[in-house]
């Protein structure tokens, strides 16, 4: 069974500043999709980023990025320029590539962006 | 497009009593998840459906039945609530083939069994 180990509970980052949020995974398939979701206090899940592993670049989506470690079995999550409205709770998710499976999430980590 | 909704938005129950908290997608996806979210625990999966017709137990089913209506709804039934059950719920769906199989989630239902 796949699982997702996020080792930082709480993080905080000043504004305007640059943060990495931790994530690793195991796994045994070759070929797989990682995600980070974003849920502010409003509580909607947010997809934030998304990654296939056998894509050796990594995604970025404007001020976030991810550093793929597919050997490491590791995916974090770089945000910059910190925003207030980037305060939430951040998860990251992996899923098998047949498609249509179900997300398995990490614990989550608490970030709080101080102005 | 409603994308998913969910309902209700909040609920508070008595131990033993029943509730069917409802979920229904617009975008004509065929795969529907629920899950379940507690403090320090992420989203864990408690059933879901890839397809009209099927259903398959997730991680945490212990306490839940599930329902696929249609391909628009799926149902999620507490026949015997227990405080356990306390938790916020997510419905999620997901259309197979789309890049990366994205799932849309629903705003959740937060529920307190007392």
């Known amino acids: 069974a796949q699982t997702v180990t996020q080792s930082q509970p709480e993080m905080s980052v000043q504004e305007a500043e640059t943060v990495t949020l931790s994530c690793t995974y195991d796994?045994?398939?070759?070929?797989?999709?990682l995600f980070w979701y974003k849920q502010p206090p409003s509580r909607q899940m947010i997809l934030v980023i998304r990654q296939e592993a056998y894509k050796q670049q990594n995604a970025t989506e404007n001020r976030f990025s991810v550093n793929f470690q597919k050997a490491a079995k590791s995916f974090s999550l770089k945000i910059s320029d910190s925003q207030l409205g980037d305060t939430a709770m951040y998860f990251c998710?992996?899923?098998?590539?047949?498609?249509?499976?179900?997300?398995?999430f990490g614990k989550g980590t608490r970030l709080s962006v101080i102005a | 497009n409603a994308g998913v909704t969910q309902t209700p938005k909040f609920q508070v129950l008595k131990t033993g009593q029943s509730m069917t908290l409802q979920c229904a997608q617009d975008?004509?996806?065929?795969?529907m998840y629920w899950y379940r979210q507690d403090p320090g625990m992420g989203l864990r999966l408690i059933y879901y459906s890839a397809s009209e017709g099927t259903t398959d137990k997730g991680e945490v089913p212990n306490g839940y039945n599930v329902s696929r209506l249609n391909k628009r709804e799926f149902s999620l039934r507490l026949e015997s609530a227990a405080p356990s059950q306390t938790s916020v719920y997510f419905c999620a769906s997901s259309l197979k083939g789309n890049p990366y199989n994205e799932q849309f989630f629903g705003p959740g239902t937060r529920l307190t069994v007392l």
């Open positions: 975008m004509n996806h065929n795969s």
């Open positions: 998710a992996f899923m098998k590539p047949s498609g249509n499976t179900p997300l398995v």
């Open positions: 796994t045994s398939e070759s070929n797989y999709y």
